[in-house]
């Protein structure tokens, strides 16, 4: 008798739970707006980041305005990244690496190969800025193999 009357309770609860989600649902998506908000004053940039015509699938954005402000975003395996920055210029670096680094057996380190020219990784010596603005369209951040890119200029 008593596995009889789990079953049904079993059931009853799972009917009730269906009733009450439907009635929930549009107060959760109310609750919670339509996604991340952007804090005010600050502006999404969102792109792709490119190697050797293919999407970089790995690795780290580094932006830095000139006020001194940082910011980073993570490379997606698709080369996306996004995140949110206050308008202006900003200086961008790249660093993309295979693996991790790591201490060898003595205690010595060892960098991870990088997969970019490694002049990419540092804002001095990346070539890269944009102009963030609102309402800008997918930033797309195009890499070649230009081993001594030229600084930017302020």
Do not use: H, W
């Not at 780290?60 to 980073?72: K, V």
């Not at 003595?106 to 960098?111: P, R, W």
């Amino acid at each position: 008798m008593t596995s009889s009357l789990k079953q049904p309770l079993a059931v009853s609860v799972a009917r009730s739970n269906l009733v009450v989600l439907p009635g929930l649902l549009p107060c959760l998506l109310l609750a919670s707006g339509c996604g991340p908000r952007v804090p005010a004053g600050f502006v999404v940039v969102a792109g792709t980041v490119t190697y050797e015509a293919a999407p970089l699938t790995t690795g780290t954005i580094l932006f830095s305005a000139e006020s001194g402000a940082a910011a980073s975003a993570q490379i997606d395996p698709y080369g996306r990244f996004r995140t949110t920055l206050r308008p202006g210029r900003v200086v961008i670096a790249v660093r993309a690496k295979e693996g991790v680094d790591r201490l060898d057996e003595k205690g010595n380190y060892i960098a991870a190969k990088s997969v970019i020219p490694e002049t990419l990784g540092d804002t001095k010596t990346s070539g890269l800025s944009i102009d963030v603005a609102a309402g800008m369209k997918p930033v797309n951040i195009v890499l070649d193999q230009q081993a001594d890119p030229q600084p930017v200029r302020k």
